[in-house]
């Protein structure tokens, strides 16, 4: 028989021989082809592959196939192949070098029956994704294969789920042993250990966020008053007493109560020639107004207490109020000049009121009780502290 010379194949550039039953596949022959770039055999007997010379081959489909491995290489260094197509395989392993397959961007190895990938093929696949500096631009397909999600593929598992934007998107990679998806492997359960001193740390953790939880939301109820008793200590730590106010009477009021202040107890203290420090004329000006009341209650000799709703509604008044008891509830008078609200009574003045004789103002105006009224309120306030 004459041999048969065939010319140009090294201009074809197409070559698609499926649902043939081609089982081998002439090395030298396919090699003649130079020039293709999109090889498809698809559907085939094939149980081995040849390693490719050609330099132009973009397309390879070896679909559906008998391969039960493949070579490590399949075409040499210069190379421009992007598409590998090995799914509905028998591989059990993969183990094809990419390193040379600079222009990868699909490999799909799916409905095989690969059980894991080593360690090696993980770093050349991770190196590879690197290599072209985007994820997307270069995917896998590992669906269909007998991935078992247990200890024993710890070190795959984890690899998958550190590096999922590799995996085809909108395809389930599925364990064969529970038909969950690969990525939700909870490792912690192949270290009873760990797992324990996971559960320790979160326990830790909870135990710390709810008692910063109590501490913010006793901080919150307080913070009135732990920043009252904040102010107070800084002052005395660092300003001490200033003795120019020495032997005045501090009056704390609500400035909506300031009429009975100045029109009537001012007058009155005057004929006893008892000295009253009261914030709108007395205060030093350009001073923070939490250091004025400081500096005045702890250099007063007494503090007068206005007692009305105002007075237990006011902010200001309440600093006052705890500013003179931390000093001493021997110094307080407390004056009652309406009606009080229990639903406004603080605890505190609720218990001073029941613990403490407090004067109240004859609200009909009974001049035999506002004398007896006025007798009361200078004997205490003439009263040494130490009595």
């Given at each position: 028989?004459?041999?048969?010379?065939?010319?140009?194949?090294q201009?074809?550039?197409?070559?698609?021989?499926?649902?043939?039953?081609?089982?081998i596949?002439?090395s030298r022959?396919?090699?003649s082809?130079?020039?293709?770039?999109?090889?498809?055999?698809?559907?085939n007997?094939l149980?081995?592959f040849?390693?490719?010379?050609?330099?132009?081959?973009?397309?390879l489909?070896?679909a559906?196939?008998l391969?039960?491995?493949m070579?490590?290489?399949?075409?040499?260094?210069?190379?421009?192949?992007?598409h590998i197509?090995?799914?509905g395989?028998?591989?059990?392993?993969?183990?094809?070098d990419?390193?040379?397959l600079?222009h990868l961007?699909?490999?799909?190895?799916?409905?095989n029956k690969?059980?894991?990938?080593s360690?090696?093929s993980r770093?050349?696949?991770t190196?590879h994704?690197?290599?072209?500096?985007?994820?997307d631009?270069?995917?896998?397909?590992?669906?269909?294969?007998?991935?078992r999600c247990n200890?024993d593929n710890?070190?795959?598992?984890?690899?998958?789920k550190?590096n999922?934007?590799?995996?085809?998107k909108?395809?389930?990679?599925n364990?064969?042993?529970?038909n969950?998806?690969?990525f939700?492997?909870?490792?912690m359960?192949?270290?009873?250990?760990?797992?324990e001193?996971?559960?320790?740390?979160?326990?830790?953790?909870?135990?710390?966020?709810?008692?910063?939880?109590?501490?913010?939301i006793?901080?919150?109820?307080?913070r009135?008053?732990?920043?009252?008793?904040?102010?107070?200590?800084r002052h005395?730590?660092?300003?001490g007493?200033?003795?120019?106010?020495k032997?005045?009477?501090?009056v704390?009021?609500?400035?909506?109560?300031r009429?009975?202040?100045?029109n009537?107890?001012?007058p009155e203290m005057?004929?006893?020639?008892?000295?009253l420090?009261i914030?709108?004329?007395d205060?030093?000006l350009?001073?923070?107004?939490?250091?004025?009341?400081?500096?005045a209650i702890?250099?007063c000799?007494?503090?007068?207490i206005i007692?009305?709703?105002?007075y237990?509604?006011?902010?200001?008044?309440?600093?006052?109020?705890?500013?003179?008891?931390?000093k001493s509830h021997k110094i307080i008078?407390?004056v009652?000049i309406?009606k009080?609200?229990k639903?406004?009574?603080?605890?505190?003045i609720?218990?001073?009121t029941k613990?403490?004789?407090?004067?109240?103002?004859?609200?009909?105006?009974?001049?035999?009780?506002?004398?007896?009224f006025?007798?009361?309120?200078?004997t205490?306030?003439?009263k040494?502290?130490?009595?």
């Amino acid at each position: 028989m004459p041999d048969i010379k065939l010319i140009g194949l090294q201009l074809i550039e197409s070559i698609i021989i499926e649902n043939s039953r081609l089982s081998i596949l002439p090395s030298r022959l396919i090699n003649s082809f130079s020039g293709m770039r999109y090889l498809s055999l698809a559907n085939n007997n094939l149980k081995t592959f040849v390693f490719l010379k050609m330099k132009h081959l973009e397309y390879l489909n070896l679909a559906n196939n008998l391969i039960g491995r493949m070579p490590r290489k399949i075409v040499s260094s210069e190379n421009k192949l992007k598409h590998i197509n090995l799914s509905g395989n028998l591989l059990t392993v993969f183990d094809l070098d990419i390193t040379d397959l600079k222009h990868l961007r699909h490999l799909d190895i799916s409905f095989n029956k690969i059980k894991t990938l080593s360690q090696e093929s993980r770093e050349m696949l991770t190196a590879h994704s690197q290599l072209i500096n985007s994820l997307d631009d270069f995917q896998i397909k590992l669906n269909g294969n007998n991935i078992r999600c247990n200890c024993d593929n710890l070190g795959f598992l984890k690899w998958a789920k550190t590096n999922q934007l590799l995996f085809a998107k909108n395809i389930s990679v599925n364990c064969k042993n529970s038909n969950k998806n690969i990525f939700s492997f909870d490792e912690m359960t192949c270290h009873p250990n760990k797992l324990e001193i996971f559960v320790q740390h979160h326990l830790a953790y909870t135990i710390v966020l709810l008692l910063l939880l109590a501490i913010s939301i006793y901080v919150f109820i307080r913070r009135q008053k732990i920043k009252f008793k904040l102010i107070l200590w800084r002052h005395r730590c660092f300003n001490g007493a200033d003795n120019e106010l020495k032997g005045q009477i501090f009056v704390s009021y609500s400035h909506k109560d300031r009429e009975w202040v100045h029109n009537i107890l001012s007058p009155e203290m005057k004929k006893e020639f008892i000295d009253l420090f009261i914030y709108e004329n007395d205060f030093l000006l350009g001073e923070p107004i939490a250091e004025n009341i400081v500096n005045a209650i702890d250099n007063c000799y007494k503090t007068i207490i206005i007692l009305t709703d105002n007075y237990v509604q006011s902010e200001w008044c309440m600093y006052e109020f705890y500013i003179a008891l931390s000093k001493s509830h021997k110094i307080i008078v407390p004056v009652a000049i309406d009606k009080l609200t229990k639903e406004n009574m603080t605890n505190v003045i609720t218990y001073l009121t029941k613990s403490k004789i407090y004067l109240k103002w004859p609200l009909d105006n009974n001049e035999r009780d506002k004398n007896l009224f006025w007798k009361k309120l200078v004997t205490s306030l003439k009263k040494s502290v130490d009595k």
